[in-house]
Nanobody, 124 residues
Framework: QVQLVESGGGSVQAGGSLRLSCEASGYTSNYNCMGWFRQAPGKEREGVAV???????SYTDSVKGRFTISKDNAKNTLYLQMNSLKPEDTAMYYC??????????????????WGQGTLVTVSS
């Protein structure tokens, strides 16, 4: 069973940066798609960025040019570098793993494994 543990959330002022990490443990080789999702209070879960085993990445429009998803296979760790943060980026951020390839950001319901989340708060 794969387990995902996120870290790196916190509070930052608008324009600042944070880097989220998601460490995976267990049998991860079948999980070809890794992604970041977020959910703000009162809003639906939103896909933020994904990366697959081919190294293809995809982002939701609102974060393009500001966020970068990457992974370190040797460390079994997924990252999300977030720059130029805005108050509207405030949300709980979740790491997810799926056993499919993802050239685009798929709906969250496709993912079978989720982390517990890490909170990002951006103040104006």
């Amino acid at each position: 069973q794969v387990q995902l543990v996120e870290s790196g959330g916190g509070s930052v002022q608008a324009g600042g940066s944070l880097r989220l990490s998601c460490e995976a443990s267990g049998y991860t080789s079948n999980y070809n798609c890794m992604g970041w999702f977020r959910q703000a209070p009162g809003k639906e879960r939103e896909g933020v960025a994904v990366i697959d085993s081919y190294g293809r990445t995809s982002y939701t429009d609102s974060v393009k040019g500001r966020f970068t998803i990457s992974k370190d296979n040797a460390k079994n760790t997924l990252y999300l570098q977030m720059n130029s943060l805005k108050p509207e980026d405030t949300a709980m951020y979740y790491c997810a793993a799926g056993d499919f390839y993802c050239p685009t950001v798929p709906p969250g319901r496709f993912f079978g494994v989720w982390g517990q989340g890490t909170l990002v708060t951006v103040s104006s």
